[in-house]
């Protein structure tokens, strides 16, 4: 069983920057996949980043992409998302998800979940 940690959230101003990071517990961590997802309250779950096993693969959703980018280090079994030229509609609360398989941009397919960190942007 792998126990996940995000960290990192806070309040910013629009244009500014943030690292998320994803501490995770158990020996799985550096075999699974992982992805980032957010939600904003009333609203489903989003898909935001997702990065294969080894890191070599990774994908974004096109809302984020070229702002955003996903990275890992399966040394210190940590997973990271940093997020630049935040946005109002980038609030949320960010979400880390693990998942033994192929990386994957459905919320479904992951495993085990983090307990979410809150990012808020002001404009």
């Known amino acids: 069983q792998v126990q996940l940690v995000e960290s990192g959230g806070g309040l910013v101003q629009a244009g500014d920057s943030l690292r998320l990071s994803c501490a995770a517990s158990?020996?799985?961590?550096?075999?699974?996949?992982m992805g980032w997802f957010r939600q904003v309250p009333g609203k489903e779950r989003e898909f935001v980043a997702t990065?294969?096993?080894?890191?070599?693969?990774?994908y974004y959703a096109e809302s984020v992409k070229g702002r955003f980018t996903i990275s890992r280090d399966n040394a210190k079994n940590t997973v990271y998302l940093q997020m630049n030229g935040l946005q109002s509609g980038d609030t949320a609360v960010y979400y880390c998800?693990?998942?033994?398989?192929?990386?994957?941009?459905?919320?479904?397919?992951?495993?085990?979940w983090g307990q979410g960190t809150q990012v808020t942007v002001s404009s």
């Open positions: 990065i294969s096993w080894t890191g070599s693969n990774s």
């Open positions: 158990g020996r799985t961590f550096s075999t699974s996949s």
């Open positions: 998800a693990g998942r033994k398989g192929p990386y994957s941009s459905e919320w479904p397919a992951y495993d085990y």
